[in-house]
């Protein structure tokens, strides 16, 4: 389906670009009450008693009295068997296939198809998922006295108590729309329904000192209402199609107008669009269509992250939006700069007019220069990827190391921008194995791409092997001649070297085992140990370097190295000991894996990442772990992570002290994030699956449902994300320790990923099949 247009020099990358997806997420929701709206005279019930429910399989729907609005099940996400209950237009002179969704429980809750939607005797709304066999929302009105409910005919659905106040409305619950009459106020958000995983970030939010932002993630804003500062203020759609900022005193201090403002329609919304564009919407009644009637940022392309990873935005003829990669695609959905390993040198392409971001990785440095040493600076240094120059006497020059390019270009843009590539277009692709995409189907790119990693593989694992053997060289000695101290004499570096007789009397002669090659220890002086058999022959000498190494790295993420034995072909290592056992055990017992709640999930993963960070990037010398793996991972008393067994690369059940890559452990650690949150080890059964449920917007399905307490569903998509960059099948598209540590903190953004096979087909092969239609359809 790439279609190779070739305009302007560029490639044409529509088929993948932001607004044609768009296009397939605004597909009307499939509504299960469609009949609802014409059998309104018979049927319209304006109170919703207690003990009312909506099955998914009934189609029933509660429906407001004046028939325009209906609450009910849906199916938005094209799979035939998952569900969202919402409010949705239901006037009949609104075709079904425009009658928008306007609210949603949960926002982005899918339920299986026997789910119930069900007003309990207490009072409270509860929505009961069928797959996982629980309630996954409430409206927690379950002691507020409520006595009924009621869809009201402006679309608000209302919880009463006696004296038919109202204790919680759907309105004060926004999802991405407000209806006229809707007010938003400080601390309440409208976030983009996440139909992709760009969306997902976008949010409008009013703060305190009466600004409207729309937001990407929580650090950028990407458009402010730049209203009079004051606070207390909401916002608020009038039925004559305003957006006003009003004070307490309803007085507006702050109005925006649709071009049809004052003109009689007859329904509007204000909807935050999946693209981040926040638009307000009529019906027109002669047209039978949604139009837009006013959108916040009037250029589409400054929307931050509008082309993702696909490139530099900017407009087709017909005034579309269009992201476009200024190179031949090596990867057919993300724009990728093709700088590693050019034969022949690099080159700086200039894009005039250009502001280039990074997303993600965000690493970004800003210095002060002039346009030539900006370019210079860029060309000279192997990691930077593209520059931006900020042509407007600042001399900001902003250097990128993220090998995706994303931008925008336009005319009124005073910036310029230069990106990397090889001098010799022939050299562009880092194997000159792989033959270029265009010349050969994709699928014959992965086998390739496999012996490419492996090749790239064995160069690395030869100079670790240079660097081991350095290492001996200047360690070894001291380590030999501590070799005869025995127990009673602690090494120099606080290293009991031990006997295998000794080290067969600390486990008991091994009865304790604790993991598959891992056992549990006491010392003399009543300390406990883990004691872990390498079960593999290494040379003494290189045994011994590579003991004094890990002897010597301390982080209270690591678990301590506390002895080691090297007697005839037997090698131990002895770690500080955590109470609780390997993380392996309590992800397979059944009992076990209930005491890792979410929480405790998102630490250990948190926990993992800095310890492995810390390998890497905070020793004197590069250490990789080499085997990170759930039966490395230990838990102590309070189930905190020490991460143990580093240091040591096993292949087979060979150990060899030769370091691996920072890339394989990043690899490791990905499939460690997936075990955690999905609660399956075969994540090579299940990294396909994962990624299908979280590209189509069911994240919650990967969540392991032994997990007591739910979980955080944006926690959960952050995780994932992360986890999927890690598990890339090209390893120069993981990102580093550090970066994982800055996201899992919450300390940077993670974009979407892409597919971990990067060559394989794209999912969404009826995405790519749409078209672009007329911009104000909705
Ligand atoms: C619900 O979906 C499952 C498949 O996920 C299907 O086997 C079953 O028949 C469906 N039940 C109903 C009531 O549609
Ligand atoms: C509100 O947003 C504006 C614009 O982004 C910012 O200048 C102001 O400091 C913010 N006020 C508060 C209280 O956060
Ligand atoms: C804002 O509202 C709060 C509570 O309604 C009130 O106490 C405060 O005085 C108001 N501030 C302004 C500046 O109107
Ligand atoms: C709509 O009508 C009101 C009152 O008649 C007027 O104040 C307002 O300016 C009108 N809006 C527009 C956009 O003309």
């Known amino acids: 389906m790439i279609m190779k247009v070739v305009y302007g020099g560029f490639f044409n990358l529509s088929d993948f670009d932001f607004s044609s997806q768009e296009l397939c997420f605004l597909r009307p929701p499939f509504l299960l009450c469609i009949f609802a709206g014409f059998l309104l005279n018979s049927f319209v019930i304006a109170e919703i008693p207690l003990g009312s429910k909506l099955l998914v399989a009934d189609n029933d729907c509660w429906v407001s009295s004046n028939g325009d609005f209906a609450l009910g099940f849906f ?197 935050l669009d999946s693209d981040g564009n926040l638009r307000l919407y009529s019906w027109i009644e002669t047209a039978q269509l949604w139009r837009t009637v006013w959108q916040a940022v009037e250029n589409q392309c400054k929307v931050f992250a509008t082309c993702g990873q696909r490139g530099i935005c900017g407009f087709t003829a017909s005034g579309a939006t269009d992201c476009r990669c200024p190179f031949e695609l090596t990867d057919s959905i993300n724009c990728m700069v093709p700088y590693k390993e050019c034969e022949s040198g690099s080159i700086m392409l200039t894009f005039k007019n250009t502001f280039l971001y990074g997303t993600y990785p965000p690493d970004e440095s800003v210095i002060i220069s002039s346009l030539q040493q900006c370019e210079q600076l860029c060309l000279n240094d192997f990691q930077c990827t593209f520059a931006t120059y900020f042509n407007n006497g600042s001399g900001q020059c902003s250097l990128r190391k993220t090998p995706y390019v994303t931008g925008y270009a336009d005319p009124s843009l005073s910036s310029i921008s230069f990106v990397k590539r090889c001098s010799d277009p022939l050299a562009v692709n880092p194997n000159p194995k792989q033959p270029p995409p265009s010349e050969q189907p994709m699928e014959l790119c992965l086998p390739c791409l496999i012996g490419a990693a492996s090749g790239t593989f064995f160069i690395f694992a030869m100079v670790q092997l240079g660097i081991g053997f350095c290492i001996y060289k200047r360690k070894g000695f001291t380590g030999r001649k501590t070799a005869t101290l025995g127990l009673a004499s602690p090494h120099l570096k606080g290293l009991a070297v031990l006997s295998f007789s000794e080290i067969k009397s600390l486990t008991g002669d091994f009865r304790n085992q604790i993991g598959p090659t891992m056992f549990k220890g006491l010392m003399p002086n009543n300390h406990l140990v883990t004691i872990i058999n390498l079960n593999a022959f290494i040379e003494e000498r290189k045994f011994r370097g590579a003991v004094m190494k890990m002897g010597s790295i301390q982080h209270k993420d690591l678990a301590k190295l506390e002895g080691y034995c090297c007697e005839f072909n037997h090698r131990f290592m002895v770690y500080e000991y955590a109470k609780n056992g390997s993380l392996g055990k309590y992800i397979d017992d059944s009992t076990l894996c209930k005491k890792l709640t979410w929480r405790k999930r998102l630490d250990i993963c948190s926990t993992v990442a800095k310890a492995i960070y810390y390998l890497h990037t905070g020793c004197r010398e590069f250490v990789s772990h080499g085997n990170l793996e759930c039966e490395n991972v230990m838990l102590d008393e309070n189930l905190t992570a020490k991460v143990t067994d580093f240091g040591f690369a096993r292949i087979d059940g060979q150990a060899s002290y030769c370091g691996f890559s920072a890339e394989k452990d990043v690899e490791d650690f990905g499939k460690l994030v997936l075990t955690l949150l999905s609660g399956s080890r075969n994540h090579e059964e299940i990294r396909d699956w994962a990624y299908r449920e979280w590209k189509e917007g069911r994240v919650e399905n990967v969540f392991d449902r032994r997990i007591e307490g739910g979980m955080e569903v944006e926690e959960l998509e952050r995780a994932l994300r992360i986890a999927f960059w890690c598990i890339q099948m090209d390893d120069r598209m993981r990102p580093s320790m550090g970066e994982v540590v800055r996201v899992l903190d919450g300390n940077s953004s993670v974009d979407a990923p892409p597919h971990p096979f990067a060559f394989q087909k794209p999912l969404h092969e009826d995405d790519e099949a749409q078209e672009y239609g007329s911009e104000s359809e909705v």
Not at 80 to 86: A, D, F, H, Q, T
Request: proline letters at 4%; aromatic letters at 10%.
């Open 75 to 271: 199916n938005i996400s094209d799979q035939p068997n998952l569900y969202s209950i919402g409010i949705h237009y239901n006037s009949k002179s609104i075709p079904t296939s425009q009658q928008t969704v306007v609210w949603t429980a949960g926002a982005d809750i899918t339920v299986g198809n026997e789910s119930y939607f069900h007003l309990t005797q207490q009072g409270e709304l509860i929505l009961f998922d069928s797959l996982r066999g629980i309630p996954i929302w409430t409206s927690k009105t379950g002691n507020r006295s409520i006595v009924s409910a009621a869809l009201r005919d402006n679309g608000n659905l209302v919880l009463l108590d006696k004296e038919q106040n109202t204790v919680w409305q759907s309105f004060d619950d926004p999802s991405d729309t407000l209806l006229p009459g809707q007010s938003l106020y400080v601390n309440q958000t409208l976030r983009a329904a996440s139909k992709n995983s760009l969306s997902s970030y976008y949010s409008l939010d009013l703060n305190a000192s009466g600004q409207l932002q729309l937001r990407w993630e929580s650090s950028i804003v990407y458009w402010v209402s730049n209203s009079p500062s004051t606070s207390n203020l909401s916002a608020f759609l009038t039925p004559s199609g305003a957006v006003q900022l009003r004070q307490q005193s309803l007085k507006p201090v702050w109005s925006v107008f649709g071009e049809d403002h004052n003109d009689s329609v007859n329904y509007r919304f204000l909807r």
